[in-house]
T-cell receptor
Framework: KQEVTQIPAALSVPEGENLVLNCSFTDSAIYNLQWFRQDPGKGLTSLLLIQSSQREQTSGRLNASLDKSSGRSTLYIAASQPGDSATYLCAVMDSNYQLIWGAGTKLIIKP | DTGVSQDPRHKITKRGQNVTFRCDPISEHNRLYWYRQTLGQGPEFLTYFQNEAQLEKSRLLSDRFSAERPKGSFSTLEIQRTEQGDSAMYLC??????????FGEGSWLTVV
Protein backbone atom coordinates (compact mmCIF):
# COMPACT_ATOMS: atom_id res chain seq x y z
CA LYS A 1 0.00 0.00 0.00
CA GLN A 2 1.43 3.37 -1.04
CA GLU A 3 2.19 5.74 1.80
CA VAL A 4 3.34 9.33 1.42
CA THR A 5 5.18 11.17 4.18
CA GLN A 6 6.10 14.83 4.37
CA ILE A 7 8.78 16.21 6.64
CA PRO A 8 8.78 18.57 8.40
CA ALA A 9 5.13 19.02 9.36
CA ALA A 10 5.76 22.70 9.92
CA LEU A 11 8.51 25.13 9.05
CA SER A 12 9.07 28.78 9.90
CA VAL A 13 11.86 30.73 8.23
CA PRO A 14 12.79 34.40 7.73
CA GLU A 15 11.95 36.05 4.46
CA GLY A 16 14.59 35.68 1.78
CA GLU A 17 15.84 32.26 2.75
CA ASN A 18 15.99 29.34 0.40
CA LEU A 19 14.23 26.26 1.74
CA VAL A 20 13.54 22.63 0.95
CA LEU A 21 10.42 20.62 1.65
CA ASN A 22 10.61 16.85 1.59
CA CYS A 23 8.23 14.16 0.42
CA SER A 24 8.83 10.42 0.52
CA PHE A 25 6.75 7.55 -0.83
CA THR A 26 6.96 3.80 -0.30
CA ASP A 27 6.06 2.40 -3.73
CA SER A 28 8.05 3.55 -6.75
CA ALA A 29 5.33 2.43 -9.20
CA ILE A 30 3.89 5.90 -9.71
CA TYR A 31 2.42 7.67 -12.69
CA ASN A 32 3.53 11.08 -11.54
CA LEU A 33 4.13 13.24 -8.47
CA GLN A 34 2.55 16.60 -7.88
CA TRP A 35 3.17 19.40 -5.45
CA PHE A 36 0.19 21.48 -4.40
CA ARG A 37 -0.28 24.63 -2.39
CA GLN A 38 -3.21 25.15 -0.07
CA ASP A 39 -4.08 28.43 1.61
CA PRO A 40 -6.17 28.29 4.81
CA GLY A 41 -9.76 27.37 4.09
CA LYS A 42 -9.09 27.13 0.38
CA GLY A 43 -8.82 24.43 -2.23
CA LEU A 44 -5.66 23.07 -3.77
CA THR A 45 -3.54 24.72 -6.43
CA SER A 46 -1.20 22.56 -8.46
CA LEU A 47 2.34 23.95 -8.45
CA LEU A 48 4.44 21.40 -10.26
CA LEU A 49 3.87 18.02 -11.81
CA ILE A 50 6.73 15.61 -12.44
CA GLN A 51 6.07 12.64 -14.67
CA SER A 52 7.59 9.35 -13.58
CA SER A 53 10.18 9.57 -16.37
CA GLN A 54 11.32 13.05 -15.36
CA ARG A 55 13.84 14.11 -12.74
CA GLU A 56 12.75 17.68 -12.06
CA GLN A 57 10.45 20.52 -12.97
CA THR A 58 10.88 24.24 -12.48
CA SER A 59 8.43 27.10 -12.29
CA GLY A 60 9.74 30.51 -11.29
CA ARG A 61 11.26 30.28 -7.82
CA LEU A 62 10.09 26.69 -7.40
CA ASN A 63 12.01 23.58 -8.34
CA ALA A 64 10.80 20.07 -7.69
CA SER A 65 12.92 16.97 -8.02
CA LEU A 66 11.97 13.32 -8.21
CA ASP A 67 14.08 10.27 -7.39
CA LYS A 68 11.80 7.29 -7.94
CA SER A 69 14.37 4.70 -6.94
CA SER A 70 14.73 6.18 -3.48
CA GLY A 71 11.09 7.20 -3.21
CA ARG A 72 11.83 10.86 -2.64
CA SER A 73 10.88 14.25 -3.95
CA THR A 74 11.94 17.70 -2.82
CA LEU A 75 10.38 21.09 -3.39
CA TYR A 76 12.94 23.87 -3.38
CA ILE A 77 11.72 27.43 -2.86
CA ALA A 78 14.23 30.15 -3.62
CA ALA A 79 14.25 33.59 -2.02
CA SER A 80 11.15 32.92 0.07
CA GLN A 81 8.52 35.64 0.47
CA PRO A 82 5.71 36.11 3.04
CA GLY A 83 3.25 35.33 0.24
CA ASP A 84 4.70 31.82 0.08
CA SER A 85 3.18 31.07 3.48
CA ALA A 86 0.77 28.18 2.99
CA THR A 87 0.54 24.44 3.38
CA TYR A 88 2.39 22.47 0.72
CA LEU A 89 1.17 18.99 -0.09
CA CYS A 90 2.69 16.35 -2.27
CA ALA A 91 0.70 13.58 -3.90
CA VAL A 92 1.68 10.62 -6.00
CA MET A 93 -0.60 9.30 -8.70
CA ASP A 94 -0.60 5.53 -8.86
CA SER A 95 -1.24 3.37 -11.90
CA ASN A 96 -5.00 3.52 -11.22
CA TYR A 97 -4.93 7.31 -11.51
CA GLN A 98 -5.51 7.62 -7.77
CA LEU A 99 -3.78 10.38 -5.82
CA ILE A 100 -2.13 9.34 -2.56
CA TRP A 101 -1.43 12.32 -0.37
CA GLY A 102 1.01 13.40 2.28
CA ALA A 103 -0.27 15.32 5.29
CA GLY A 104 1.47 18.50 4.16
CA THR A 105 4.10 20.91 5.43
CA LYS A 106 2.80 24.15 6.90
CA LEU A 107 5.19 26.89 5.85
CA ILE A 108 5.41 30.29 7.51
CA ILE A 109 7.67 32.94 6.04
CA LYS A 110 8.39 35.67 8.57
CA PRO A 111 8.78 39.21 7.22
CA ASP B 1 -13.68 28.30 -18.41
CA THR B 2 -13.93 29.19 -14.74
CA GLY B 3 -12.39 26.07 -13.25
CA VAL B 4 -13.99 23.56 -10.92
CA SER B 5 -16.92 25.05 -9.07
CA GLN B 6 -18.37 23.77 -5.80
CA ASP B 7 -21.55 24.74 -4.02
CA PRO B 8 -22.21 25.57 -1.27
CA ARG B 9 -18.86 26.73 0.01
CA HIS B 10 -19.94 26.44 3.61
CA LYS B 11 -22.68 24.43 5.25
CA ILE B 12 -23.61 24.17 8.91
CA THR B 13 -26.11 21.47 9.71
CA LYS B 14 -27.54 19.73 12.71
CA ARG B 15 -26.63 16.14 13.39
CA GLY B 16 -29.01 13.79 11.67
CA GLN B 17 -29.84 16.10 8.78
CA ASN B 18 -29.04 15.35 5.16
CA VAL B 19 -26.74 17.57 3.11
CA THR B 20 -25.91 17.68 -0.59
CA PHE B 21 -22.91 19.23 -2.28
CA ARG B 22 -22.63 19.99 -5.95
CA CYS B 23 -19.56 20.05 -8.17
CA ASP B 24 -19.31 21.47 -11.66
CA PRO B 25 -16.09 20.25 -13.26
CA ILE B 26 -14.14 21.91 -16.02
CA SER B 27 -16.08 21.30 -19.21
CA GLU B 28 -15.06 18.23 -21.20
CA HIS B 29 -13.13 16.77 -18.29
CA ASN B 30 -14.28 13.18 -18.18
CA ARG B 31 -12.83 12.31 -14.78
CA LEU B 32 -14.33 13.70 -11.60
CA TYR B 33 -13.11 13.01 -8.09
CA TRP B 34 -14.41 13.60 -4.58
CA TYR B 35 -12.06 13.88 -1.62
CA ARG B 36 -12.52 14.65 2.05
CA GLN B 37 -10.00 16.67 4.05
CA THR B 38 -9.85 17.28 7.78
CA LEU B 39 -7.64 19.88 9.44
CA GLY B 40 -3.94 19.09 9.33
CA GLN B 41 -4.37 16.15 7.01
CA GLY B 42 -4.04 15.57 3.31
CA PRO B 43 -7.15 14.83 1.28
CA GLU B 44 -8.64 11.34 1.47
CA PHE B 45 -10.07 9.78 -1.66
CA LEU B 46 -13.80 9.12 -1.59
CA THR B 47 -14.86 8.23 -5.12
CA TYR B 48 -14.34 9.01 -8.77
CA PHE B 49 -16.28 8.99 -12.01
CA GLN B 50 -15.29 8.38 -15.59
CA ASN B 51 -18.04 10.26 -17.40
CA GLU B 52 -21.24 9.08 -15.69
CA ALA B 53 -19.83 5.79 -14.43
CA GLN B 54 -18.74 5.61 -10.80
CA LEU B 55 -15.61 3.49 -11.10
CA GLU B 56 -14.32 3.35 -7.58
CA LYS B 57 -15.50 4.03 -4.06
CA SER B 58 -13.37 4.22 -0.97
CA ARG B 59 -14.21 2.24 2.13
CA LEU B 60 -14.54 5.68 3.72
CA LEU B 61 -17.71 6.15 1.73
CA SER B 62 -20.16 4.54 4.11
CA ASP B 63 -23.72 3.72 3.11
CA ARG B 64 -24.73 7.19 4.33
CA PHE B 65 -22.75 8.71 1.47
CA SER B 66 -23.84 8.63 -2.13
CA ALA B 67 -22.42 10.33 -5.19
CA GLU B 68 -23.91 10.70 -8.62
CA ARG B 69 -22.92 12.14 -11.95
CA PRO B 70 -26.07 11.54 -13.95
CA LYS B 71 -25.13 13.12 -17.26
CA GLY B 72 -21.39 12.92 -17.04
CA SER B 73 -21.14 16.62 -16.27
CA PHE B 74 -21.90 17.94 -12.76
CA SER B 75 -21.82 15.67 -9.73
CA THR B 76 -23.54 15.62 -6.36
CA LEU B 77 -22.35 14.19 -3.07
CA GLU B 78 -25.08 13.51 -0.53
CA ILE B 79 -24.54 12.69 3.11
CA GLN B 80 -27.53 11.28 4.92
CA ARG B 81 -28.06 11.37 8.69
CA THR B 82 -24.96 13.48 9.23
CA GLU B 83 -22.69 12.81 12.20
CA GLN B 84 -20.20 15.11 13.86
CA GLY B 85 -17.39 13.04 12.39
CA ASP B 86 -18.54 14.08 8.93
CA SER B 87 -17.32 17.62 9.60
CA ALA B 88 -14.61 18.25 7.01
CA MET B 89 -13.91 19.96 3.74
CA TYR B 90 -15.22 18.08 0.73
CA LEU B 91 -13.10 18.67 -2.32
CA CYS B 92 -14.05 18.02 -5.90
CA UNK B 93 -11.53 17.72 -8.71
CA UNK B 94 -11.65 17.05 -12.41
CA UNK B 95 -9.15 15.81 -14.94
CA UNK B 96 -9.09 15.46 -18.71
CA UNK B 97 -7.65 12.01 -18.25
CA UNK B 98 -4.89 10.92 -15.94
CA UNK B 99 -2.55 13.88 -15.89
CA UNK B 100 -2.92 17.16 -14.08
CA UNK B 101 -5.87 17.33 -11.76
CA UNK B 102 -7.75 20.52 -11.02
CA PHE B 103 -9.37 21.14 -7.67
CA GLY B 104 -12.28 23.27 -6.64
CA GLU B 105 -12.27 25.52 -3.58
CA GLY B 106 -14.00 22.88 -1.50
CA SER B 107 -17.20 22.76 0.51
CA TRP B 108 -16.83 23.08 4.26
CA LEU B 109 -19.24 21.03 6.32
CA THR B 110 -19.76 21.61 10.01
CA VAL B 111 -22.10 19.24 11.82
CA VAL B 112 -23.31 20.57 15.18
Amino acid sequence: KQEVTQIPAALSVPEGENLVLNCSFTDSAIYNLQWFRQDPGKGLTSLLLIQSSQREQTSGRLNASLDKSSGRSTLYIAASQPGDSATYLCAVMDSNYQLIWGAGTKLIIKP
Amino acid sequence: DTGVSQDPRHKITKRGQNVTFRCDPISEHNRLYWYRQTLGQGPEFLTYFQNEAQLEKSRLLSDRFSAERPKGSFSTLEIQRTEQGDSAMYLCASSPGGNTIYFGEGSWLTVV
